[in-house]
């Protein structure tokens, strides 16, 4: 597969490698703000999408863990904002998934009144990773969140999943268009990242964007 990624040199992916393969562990749920750590301890990174986007494939596949987070084919499995400990320098946390979810609609509204609520108002957030499924694109409930995140001044960087789910023509044309649109926003990370789970494409650029971020937290 061509590669359609950033590219990062041999010692940023090296140390991508290193910080992906260091402990990390599951902390805690949080079912409501109040439950949040404490904002002065680490910076956090964010992966936030629509319901069954891949987020918890995508943490399991760059921790190169099975099951660190829980994966299922049911949208809306993830209930709660999951955190994570990296190596004891960042917070991995992987947010409920927006739009359609198998759950009562007043449980829904609440899951997004809080990711919203965290994602406007997290100081630590050192950047949220917009997931978006290669299959479908932008869809506007993620315009809906592009425009907070742009208001809110919170730095994201779209990555693509289930690159692997369509053809090579069709995925450069979705990346086109995706980095397109992502340029009209001015909260949006200039560079897209194309991955999959599944196959492992862009995991190791992920990584060495993460390491990246890590080190200048």
Not at 94 to 105: I, N, S, V
């Amino acid at each position: 597969m061509k590669n359609l990624n950033p590219q990062y040199d041999t010692e940023q992916l090296e140390a991508g490698r290193k910080l992906l393969a260091s402990p990390c562990t599951f902390v805690l749920g949080v079912a409501s703000l109040s439950q949040l750590p404490p904002d002065d301890q680490m910076g956090e990174i964010a992966f936030a999408g629509r319901s069954n986007v891949g987020k918890s494939s995508l943490i399991n596949a760059l921790t190169g863990r099975k099951s660190l987070a829980k994966t299922s084919n049911t949208p809306g499995r993830t209930q709660q904002l999951n955190y994570f400990n990296l190596a004891d320098c960042l917070f991995l946390v992987d947010l409920p998934g927006y739009g359609f979810a198998k759950a009562p609609e007043s449980m829904v509204k609440k899951w997004q009144k809080t990711i919203f609520a965290y994602l406007q108002g997290r100081v630590n957030l050192k950047r949220v990773f917009l997931l978006i499924d290669s299959r479908h694109g932008i869809k506007k409930v993620d315009r809906d969140i592009m425009e907070m995140l742009d208001k809110a001044a919170v730095t994201y960087q779209i990555v693509l999943t289930k690159s692997d789910k369509i053809s090579a023509t069709e995925l450069e044309k979705v990346l086109t268009q995706t980095r397109t649109e992502t340029s009209k926003h001015a909260a949006a990370y200039v560079e897209v990242i194309v991955t999959s789970s599944e196959k492992g494409f862009g995991i190791d650029e992920l990584r060495a964007e993460i390491a990246q971020i890590a080190a200048a937290a």
